[in-house]
């Protein structure tokens, strides 16, 4: 399933909606323009072995799929060590949702009279032994912002799925992973129409994601564990699996099942790259770095307290150099609220206002990530992929403040004045600066003369 053809193959034949597309291995550009022309533009042209954004390129003409040929080639050379690329329908302004899924089998025997017993009791005379597989499916992950197919937020669940969809998409993934007998964590990745109306199959992760702690957050399922215990033959932890499989369910009922969930949670990926200048690396030591609490007090009224939990996954420290040479991710900065979407935005961007991340020979991108939070439009929940396109055309230059904030900066501001006038006996800042203009202009006149 690590090969876009053939899971895309895979896929189809496990009745998964899967985007038009051609699943051959292009041979020439000449031939390439020929397969736009039949899919129609605009397309996509991906390689096989891709992943991480890189190898993928979005053609809107012939001319385009023509110039484009060659340097899709050469980054699934260069990135993958594998030539072949495929080209697909480009969905427009789709959001891109995910389903975490976890796998297992555990080897049973089936005593004379049909009496299911569990390994490790011993094979007996007239006992036969099968494997039996058993799917847990999570609340999906919306991870639609991103730049150039790179995600930067991740959150679960999506406000944009309907529980209909949501249960068909959980029936496909069921389907295509009994197709191919999968056991493991993994996770199926769709592109969902805008309105939520329908959705494509993209391609099969084999792994555990990045963003995966988004869903540890909001079920309190330990996915590592659980891949750890189906790597080593024991199956799915039976706690996990109690989660969902309950007296009475029907096979249809359990079908379109999730693991039960509460609350919600979002990721962001804290790169080493310079919103500022055009996202581009930065590297050096890290001469100063900590991270938010834990726990993050968002607000409060009379003795009732709402607060956010806050977890940082990172393998970084003071002193340590970022290179070049890696990926430049830093860490991963995770808010959950055990309420709703709109407190676990708050908390994350409280633990962005305190996470401390100074070095590296440049900037870092907590700031995007604040000023994306604050966009309206993120608050709705109106997310698609082409999210920083469409808000930053002309690239990022600093979180604007609203017209509150700035009133706020000025109140500030004259509280700090008085409070220097009052305490220290200094003269308000505003004098100060007209003070010290004036002691220059004199020691300018003193010198001349």
Not at 218 to 230: A, F, N, S
Not at 308 to 336: A, E, M, W
Not at 342 to 350: F, R, T
């Amino acid at each position: 399933m690590g090969d876009k053809i053939q899971s895309k193959r895979i896929a189809r034949e496990a009745g998964v909606n899967v985007i038009p597309g051609f699943d051959g291995v292009l041979q020439s550009p000449q031939e390439a323009v020929q397969v736009a022309k039949e899919v129609g533009f605009p397309v996509m042209m991906k390689a096989a072995g891709g992943g991480g954004g890189k190898g993928m390129r979005i053609c809107y003409d012939e001319q385009e799929v023509i110039d484009t040929y060659p340097l899709c080639k050469a980054e699934a050379i260069n990135f993958f060590k594998d030539e072949r690329i495929f080209i697909e329908r480009y969905i427009e302004n789709p959001h891109h949702i995910e389903i975490q899924l976890l796998a297992g089998s555990k080897k049973r025997s089936t005593s004379p009279k049909g009496i299911p017993v569990t390994n490790p009791f011993p094979i007996m005379d007239g006992m036969k032994e099968y494997e039996e597989l058993q799917i847990l499916c999570f609340p999906e992950r919306e991870c639609s912002i991103q730049r150039r197919n790179q995600k930067i937020l991740e959150e679960s669940p999506s406000v944009l799925l309907s529980p209909e969809i949501r249960a068909e998409m959980i029936k496909q993934v069921k389907s295509l992973v009994r197709t191919v007998n999968y056991t493991s964590a993994g996770t199926v990745e769709f592109l969902v129409e805008d309105d939520g109306s329908d959705f494509y199959f993209l391609e099969m992760n084999t792994r555990l994601q990045v963003e995966h702690p988004v869903t540890e957050m909001i079920t309190g399922v330990d996915l590592v564990r659980g891949m750890i215990d189906v790597a080593a033959g024991r199956g799915i932890p039976q706690e996990y699996l109690d989660l969902v499989y309950k007296d009475g369910d029907s096979e249809e009922d359990l079908e379109g099942k999730v693991v039960p969930h509460c609350g919600h949670a979002i990721e962001a990926r804290i790169y080493a790259e310079d919103p500022l200048r055009g996202f581009l690396p930065s590297t050096g030591p890290l001469l100063q770095y900590e991270e938010p609490p834990s726990s993050i007090l968002i607000s409060s009224s009379g003795q009732k307290e709402e607060q956010c939990q806050i977890r940082v996954d990172s393998g970084v420290t003071v002193g340590q150099t970022i290179t070049q040479y890696y990926d430049p991710l830093i860490s991963k900065l995770i808010s959950y609220s055990p309420n709703d979407r709109s407190q676990a935005i708050a908390g994350l961007s409280k633990a962005c206002d305190l996470y401390v991340i100074e070095g590296l020979g440049g900037g870092n991108n907590v700031n995007f990530v604040q000023d994306v939070l604050r966009q309206p439009s993120f608050q709705r929940g109106d997310t698609p992929t082409n999210f920083i396109d469409m808000h930053y055309p002309d690239g990022f230059d600093g979180v604007i403040l609203t017209k509150e904030e700035l009133e706020e900066v000025s109140v500030i501001g004259a509280l700090l004045g008085e409070q220097r006038r009052h305490v220290l006996d200094y003269p308000p800042l505003t004098l100060a600066g007209e003070e010290m203009k004036k002691n220059c202009q004199e020691k300018d006149g003193k010198e001349e003369k």
